[in-house]
Structures are given as structure tokens and as C-alpha cells.
């Protein structure tokens, strides 16, 4: 049992093993797989077992495009501070007369995340999704909605790995270099 209790312990989320290949050892870690889907339903299922959420902060280390060229200049390491669903029609649900939720604030960041199921590669969506973010991912808008429905504190890190066009389609071989930044953050920080 941990002495101080006052400072929230990390649960470190992740999509997928080579995202936290190293991290430093003993941290708490779920990986979710690819995917609001997947990320939303193994979150929510590995959250809802636990009985020590009131000592928990989130921790979303991950990958994540670049939708302004010039973003993985220096570190490309990125703290978000707002999500937003890009794959809902906010629009025509708020013409219904419901709240999409289309946008999360989670933190003071100044840096936005798009999150969609789709990898991003066309140039036409990038373009569209540029004029609203600056990164784009697949999986943090779910990771900020169940951290919201738990009440939860998130923070998320994001790493940035291509320039969601056809370079992201190298993610596999760039991974490796975007998950040994995310390590050395998360050992400086989560320590």
C-alpha cells in the first residue's frame, strides 16, 4: 500500500505494446488495441474491476500524426489539451436536440487532438482536419470520454510519428524511435 496517498498514481494507457515498449518498469499499463472501439470498451472494462479509481490519474502515451508541417521539429512531443471526435455528425445530432460532446477539454495545452477510427493518409482530409488540430490519432477522444464518464483526471502525451499522409503508412518502422521519447518522458514525469 502505497504512504502518499494525496499524489494520483499513473495508470499509463496505451493502444498498442510498441507505443510502450519502454516505459520504465513498474508502471501501471493497459494497452487497448487500435481504435475508439476497442480503446473505449477495454478502458471501461479494465476501470470498471478496479476499487481504487479516487487514487488514479489517466496517462495516454501514444503516437500520433502531424497535421501542420513542422510539428516533429525538436522533440515532437506534444501534451494535449482538448480532443474532438472528427468522425460524428455534431451538427445534425445537435439539429436533434442532444449534446454530441464532440469536443473534451482535459487539460490547459493549447495543443488539440483529432481522433477518428480512419488513418489518416489523404491529403484532403488532413487539410479538413488541420483548420480544427493539430495532431491526429485513433484512439484519444475515447480515452478522454471514459476518463470524463469515471470522473477520472486524463493527461495525454503524444509523440508525433508521420505527417498523416503517405509517410504514416511507415509507422511500423518509425514506432520504435516515437515509443523511446514517450519512455523517457514517462520516466522523468510518472517517475
Known amino acids: 500500500m502505497r504512504e502518499d496517498r494525496s499524489v ?3 495508470l499509463v494507457v496505451s493502444a498498442t505494446r510498441t507505443e510502450a515498449a519502454h516505459l520504465p518498469t513498474g508502471l501501471d499499463l493497459v494497452v487497448t488495441g487500435i481504435g475508439k472501439t476497442a480503446a473505449a470498451t477495454v478502458l471501461t472494462r479494465h476501470l470498471a474491476g478496479r476499487d481504487d479509481l479516487d ?5 495516454n502515451l501514444g503516437t500520433a500524426g502531424a497535421l ?4 516533429a521539429a525538436e522533440s515532437g512531443l506534444y501534451e ?7 468522425e460524428i455528425s455534431a451538427d445534425a445530432i445537435r439539429a436533434l436536440g442532444f449534446d454530441p ?7 490547459d495545452a493549447p495543443t488539440v487532438l483529432a481522433t477518428g477510427d480512419m488513418f489518416v493518409t489523404d491529403p484532403v482530409v488532413r487539410t479538413r482536419l488541420a483548420a480544427q488540430a493539430q495532431l491526429v490519432d485513433m484512439e484519444g477522444y475515447a480515452y478522454a470520454w471514459v476518463a470524463q464518464e469515471f470522473g477520472l483526471p ?4 503524444k509523440h508525433v510519428s508521420d505527417s498523416a499522409d503517405e509517410s504514416a503508412m511507415a509507422w511500423v518502422e518509425v ?12 520516466a522523468t514525469h510518472l517517475g
Open 8 to 10: 494520483p498514481r499513473p
Open 55 to 59: 487514487d488514479l490519474v489517466l496517462v
Open 68 to 71: 501542420h508541417d513542422g510539428m
Open 80 to 86: 494535449i489539451g482538448e480532443v474532438i471526435n472528427h
Open 101 to 107: 460532446r464532440e469536443r473534451l477539454r482535459i487539460g
Open 154 to 157: 486524463i493527461r495525454m502525451v
Open 175 to 186: 514506432v520504435d524511435r516515437s515509443a523511446r521519447i514517450l519512455g523517457e518522458w514517462a
